[in-house]
């Protein structure tokens, strides 16, 4: 063996040594970094990690393929807040106002006089059918790209009554670190919200990183017209489905068409997407957002009439679904923080 | 300086410039290797390349982002074989056939008599009625599981009359690769079919790439159910959206939330598809299947029962969609050749 060739083996060996141990470190380094910061350390931030980590375990019964590692989010209350009212109704409420002059028969006619007339209890009486009444004067008989503008417009300026400040800055700091980590390990992250679709669509990819078509939602039909030449889609003052409650899993199998292995909720209207993803064979994971602090955001639960948490509370430690205490669970609440 | 450094330098420096070497000629290679290499020279594939290569060219006018790179593909007829019938109606026939055993009426019963007596001319008699209750009694009345199951399970055993392969063995070489060369290249490359979603489901991914979630299509309406303790969806007899014609930019809209900036078709079923895809600002990008060639597939356009192309070819050279013809345009036709 003469001396260069010795020399040859002795860097390249050197410089393989150097990438491995690069590379070690770097992977040292990452497993260090804490993915969840804004979690304190519990079960709850446990079990998700847990999950994760066994879902990627390639060889071990628990091992998911990468497109199968379906998650799917409920909106309201579980990625942001939704008290005192879904942002959605405060976005029916002001469209109201804002085209009352254009409807002066509104001025005499349930539900709308109890907006115009901020009369709460006239407005709660009006019941579901009223509350569809408000959407469809308010959501519908316009083209899509006229409501996304809408939609798109009001969420850049509205404020939270409370917080005053956007809407979009009371999205849960630690459900962002959530998705996050949940895309880092080759998930597809989804919202399945009983929300509107074309409400959320906007805006979900700047704040959740979840693009349009990966946002599912309630619906109201829609047509596809030529105005003056040009291809148009109206909206219809018809309900298409109601993604809410029973309605999820009718809308994940619609748009996603996989069951998820994992779904998060904070509300009634999520058993039955969190029944669907995790009442089945292999890893599966459920997990609950209970609001439980008064101070830094609400708590409520059993009765609210907002993101009521009831069935699915009592039902959650025998299906296994980890209940987050958002008081105790969450070092950090918003992403404005 | 002492010779062993030298020797490090220059061994270094031979092997940094041994790797940028590599680099520069993989780069050539790639270059030089033709993406669509089933396509003949001419101006549907030249148009092809030239749009992909304008969307990606940052700074100009005609550049795309990469989430907006959205492009829709019919199924039948444009990505695989859907003559002498589509591909569902005879899952349809041979799934009549299959049940009829528990079925003793369906002997006295249009359509159903037709479809077990081989009688096409009663079967063509019954219109789109008939073919909407044949779906009903074969498509609907089980679990979404269930379905995927028989529809895979078919899929996985069906022989084409002409050809005698699986069905999944005709589907058109040229396309597989413009799907690959657009994904390539950022874009997410969607099924828009008016075949049934569930149907496609299945096989999408294994054939063409193209995962459940961006798959649009027919569909009726489903029902979340505890079924002896476990979740289902129930396969209603009802429709839920026909996918075809101007209902195509509806499930595009609905599954989708964005305006493809290219669409692929090849009847008079993706006309409105490709208006909506196209008839908008930025760059953008529609073509036609033209079926041209009885020997190699089929010859057939302006007055065929399955895949009528009339009004969308009339339009064609108005809108600036490129007509491929199948038989000038396609080296290779069916990706088992």
Redesign the interface.
């Known amino acids: 063996m003469n001396e260069?060739l010795v020399?040859?083996r002795t860097?390249l060996a050197g410089?393989l040594v150097s990438a491995a141990t690069l590379s070690v470190s770097g992977r040292i380094a990452r497993a260090q970094s804490d993915p969840l910061p804004s979690w304190n350390e519990g079960r709850a931030k446990k079990s998700i990690l847990d999950f994760v980590s066994a879902v990627m375990r390639e060889g071990t019964p628990d091992f998911v393929p990468a497109?199968e590692r379906?998650a799917t989010f409920d909106n309201d209350g579980t990625l942001w807040c939704e008290q005192p009212m879904y942002v959605q109704l405060a976005f029916a409420l002001d469209r109201v106002k804002a085209l009352a002059p254009k409807h002066p028969e509104w001025k005499q006619k349930q539900p709308f006089r109890a907006v115009l007339d901020n009369d709460i209890a006239a407005l709660a009486k009006a019941g579901e059918k009223g509350l569809v009444e408000l959407v469809m004067a308010t959501h519908a008989g316009m083209t899509?790209a006229e409501f996304a503008q809408i939609a798109g417009d009001w969420i850049a300026s509205a404020r939270h009554p409370k917080f005053n400040r956007p809407y979009t800055d009371l999205v849960y700091q630690p459900m962002l670190e959530l998705l996050a980590h949940l895309r880092a390990n080759g998930f597809?992250t989804f919202i399945v919200s009983g929300g509107g679709?074309?409400f959320m669509?906007p805006w979900s990819?700047r704040v959740y990183g979840i693009?349009?078509?990966?946002?599912v939602g309630s619906?109201i039909k829609?047509?596809?017209e030529?105005d003056k030449g040009?291809?148009t889609?109206i909206r219809l003052p018809a309900i298409?489905l109601v993604d809410d409650g029973?309605?999820?899993?009718?809308g994940i199998?619609?748009?996603?068409?996989?069951r998820p292995i994992a779904a998060f909720g904070n509300s009634d209207g999520d058993f039955?997407m969190l029944?669907?993803a995790t009442?089945?064979s292999g890893k599966r994971f459920g997990l609950i957002v209970h609001h439980t602090d008064a101070e830094r955001e609400y708590a409520y639960d059993r009765k609210s009439s907002f993101g009521k948490l009831d069935k699915a509370l009592d039902a959650a430690s025998a299906n296994g679904w980890i209940v987050v205490s958002m008081k105790d669970d969450w070092k950090r609440m918003f992403r404005f923080e």
Chains 1, 2 share one sequence.
């Open positions: 260069s020399d040859r860097i410089l497109p379906i899509t597809k679709i074309e669509r990819e693009p349009p078509e990966q946002v619906s829609t047509k596809f030529i040009k291809p889609l298409d029973p309605g999820k899993p009718v199998n619609s748009h996603i068409g996989r039955q029944q669907w009442q089945s």
